[in-house]
């Protein structure tokens, strides 16, 4: 597809930022590509119109996701501020995505799923984007998808809908948990991922969801998951409940400030940034990252 020239210039200059910056990425995040694993990118809470927070963290991005070569990236929710997309015809596609995100980098399957401002539009256009798009891919307000890590590996992830449970919509909850529990109890992956808007438990603004805390938490350990990724606070944190990593990812643009919590091993508020994973057989590599390209923490989860 020919490019236009506003899109000709937002590509040679996210690329100009990355060779003048790549060569101070943090040699660990280097390390984190290798032949034999499955590497990709998870960020929330980003689409603003291209305003300078999310911009800085789209260039850290592309930089981030050349380096570690990810197969894809993760969208865990608030894709549109302040209240979703009206079509798929809606300018934000250009101003919050298309235009900011040009780093050839980021040009892979984007897995997405919805936050609580996509509601306030029309959620549908966002699955009906995928018609439209070489890169976005959401078939479905929740789903599943199986990753190859290496010849004998692979990682089920699956993508669930959580505003209908913060809300108490028992109407549409009902079936997503039956979903979710057959789809869980079906998986023979040795990796079990989820990605869900809402925070279980968290030290951001918003506070604990009780939904998940009581219906889907222990579904999760039930069968055996190993990491949660969400968004809606704006910050980075890893919490653990139980041998469940709780990874929130929601500082894709506008970040505030977050707190301890007897579950929190990690928590980084006022600074936005993202996640890039690097997932091997035996072991997950998860290293928060800020709008400077800085290493923040890294955790190590085994696969048992």
Excluded at 96 to 110: I, M, N, R
Excluded at 261 to 283: R, W
Aim: hydrophobic share 40%.
């Amino acid at each position: 597809m020919k490019q236009t020239r506003r899109e000709f210039v937002r590509t040679l200059f996210v690329a100009t930022q990355a060779a003048a910056i790549g060569g101070l990425l943090p040699s660990k995040l280097l390390a984190a590509d290798s032949p034999r694993s499955l590497n990709f990118l998870a960020f929330g809470d980003w689409g603003r119109n291209g305003e300078k927070d999310q911009m800085d963290v789209a260039t850290q991005m592309g930089i981030a996701a050349a380096a570690t070569r990810a197969q894809f990236i993760v969208s865990v929710g608030d894709n549109f501020y302040e209240n979703g997309v009206a079509s798929v015809a809606d300018a934000q596609w250009k101003t919050s995505f298309e235009y900011v995100y040009t780093a050839a980098a980021l040009q892979v399957p984007w897995r997405v799923v919805l936050g609580n401002h996509d509601y306030h539009g029309n959620t549908a256009a966002q699955i009906e984007y995928s018609k439209h798009s070489p890169r976005w891919t959401m078939p479905a307000l929740y789903y599943q998808r199986t990753e190859t890590i290496d010849e004998t590996t692979s990682a089920d992830f699956f993508y669930i809908d959580t505003d209908p449970m913060k809300r108490g919509d028992l109407t549409n909850v009902e079936p997503q948990m039956a979903w979710l529990e057959s789809a869980l109890s079906a998986s023979k992956a040795p990796w079990k991922i989820v990605i869900g808007h809402h925070p279980i438990y968290t030290g951001g603004e918003h506070g604990d969801t009780p939904y998940l805390v009581k219906h889907v938490l222990p579904l999760l350990e039930k069968h055996g998951v190993q990491v949660y990724f969400n968004g809606h606070d704006h910050d980075l944190q890893h919490l653990q409940a139980g041998r469940i990593h709780l990874f929130c990812t929601g500082a894709g643009s506008i970040p505030r400030v977050t707190t301890q919590t007897p579950h929190t091993l990690f928590a980084k508020g006022s600074c936005p940034g993202f996640v890039a994973v690097s997932l091997s057989a035996e072991k997950m590599t998860v290293q928060m990252m800020d709008a400077q390209g800085a290493v923040l923490h890294t955790a190590n989860i085994p696969r048992a």
